[in-house]
């Protein structure tokens, strides 16, 4: 249980469903209550503010920023299974359950359309000025049938899963509409998490795999490479995995000998500012869990499409649990910077509690973090704050914005995070 200075009630729901593979909806979690006093800024004194800044049930946070009108935003996303949600704020840690509200995305449940159920992981992109969600859906309710799921060695409800990419018509995401553009080339094989990894001028797309068709564990890291942001252009045999989850903490139980259960995943694009070393930054060991955490893979060869181009962190996670502060299952995380530029803001969600329920509650989360000598992200220990707000928030003067983890500028345009 979180501190009753944080977490005021916790109420579970009594009947708790069994869970198979990838299977989660989060309207049937919860309710969590909170005390608004320690959600997000302090607004007393708008000087400190308290995780989580977003209480309501959802995961696979991710956040960037955009300037329109002479005004600077947060645009922010994040799993609600059922549409594509994105929030603005011009505050990075104010409560964002008072953000303004859009749907730009939502589908028909019952259409049998591919993206028509169990939405997860949206991202938003600026790529040269056409903004594009990427996301993952399938249109059975993780249920396909009954002989599907038998060719799987282990249960597979997932195994429809593909990666989607809406487009906008304008160049303001908050006005624009989106309409979709098509199924991201996975061979016809699952795909989920997938994310943008922009190199020397071209476009990439990393998602979470499986090895073939009906393998259902491991969940890997693939990549691929794209024409442009909606067309996959690699062949099957071009495909290369990039990480699988082989170390003790990639897998839950830890060190367990087979591969059910273990997890890479939420692949996220991460440069250091200063000196342009390139991080994917992915969650490992299982989601539904107190252990899943973050690992980090570094490109140290010049084809990110090879696989000896990568370098694995293995000596654990870069970013976990911290028990002694009530936050668990820290993951899926995405980046951003301070209102000024100055800071660099790591995105993430989390539990509250070490046994969560079939359907998990989590809430969005962010912490400042910095950079190591030798050029590698310094994270911190998940905690509840207080934490000083970021540097040049609430009218503060914004500083010339950087490329923060998009790769070549000049070809995909003005990306800030």
């Known amino acids: 249980m979180a501190p009753l200075s944080l977490l005021v009630s916790v109420v579970l729901s009594s009947a708790l469903a069994a869970v198979q593979g990838q299977s989660f909806d989060p309207n049937k979690a919860g309710p969590q209550s909170w005390d608004p006093a320690q959600v997000g800024t302090n607004t007393t004194t708008n000087t400190t503010y308290n995780n989580p800044i977003f209480t309501s049930n959802i995961g696979d946070p991710f956040m960037t920023r955009y300037s329109s009108g002479g005004e600077d935003w947060y645009l922010f996303t994040y799993s609600t299974n059922d549409n594509i949600t994105l929030r603005r704020s011009k505050a990075l840690t104010d409560n964002w359950d008072h953000a303004e509200t859009r749907v730009v995305f939502n589908p028909n449940k019952t259409s049998g359309e591919p993206w028509s159920t169990d939405l997860w992981a949206p991202e938003i992109h600026d790529l040269n000025g056409t903004w594009y969600i990427i996301f993952t859906a399938t249109p059975d309710f993780d249920a396909p049938p009954p002989l599907v799921d038998a060719m799987c060695p282990i249960n597979c409800p997932a195994i429809n899963h ?105 692949p996220q694009q991460l440069i250091n500012p200063k000196t342009s070393q390139n991080f994917v930054i992915y969650s490992a060991a299982r989601v539904d869990t107190p252990f899943y955490c973050l690992g980090m893979l570094e490109l140290v060869g010049n084809d990110p499409m090879e696989y000896q181009s990568w370098r694995k962190h293995k000596e654990g996670c870069v970013f976990h649990q911290n028990t002694a502060a009530h936050v668990y299952g820290t993951g899926h995380a995405s980046f951003t910077t301070s209102p000024d530029g100055s800071e660099d803001f790591i995105v993430y969600h989390a539990q509250t509690t070490p046994n969560p329920s079939a359907n998990l509650y989590r809430t969005a989360r962010t912490q400042k973090f910095t950079w190591n000598d030798d050029g590698t992200p310094n994270f911190p220990l998940a905690e509840n704050g207080p934490f000083p707000v970021p540097a040049g928030q609430h009218g503060q003067k914004l500083a010339t914005a950087r490329s923060f983890a998009r790769g070549d500028p000049a070809l995909w345009g003005r990306v800030v995070q």
């Open 162 to 266: 593909r990666m989607f990419v809406l487009a906008s018509d304008g160049p303001d995401p908050w006005t624009a509409n989106f309409s979709m553009k098509g199924m991201l080339n996975s061979y016809d094989q699952f795909a989920i998490d997938g994310t943008y990894f922009a190199h020397n001028g071209e476009l990439y797309h990393i998602y979470s795999c499986w090895e073939q068709k009906y393998s259902a564990w491991p969940a890997n890291l693939c990549i691929t490479h794209m024409s442009n942001p909606w067309t996959v252009d690699s062949d099957l045999s071009e495909r290369r995995i990039i990480s699988v989850p082989n170390e003790s903490w990639e897998r839950v139980p830890y060190g367990r000998a087979d591969t059910r259960l273990a997890t890479n995943e939420g």
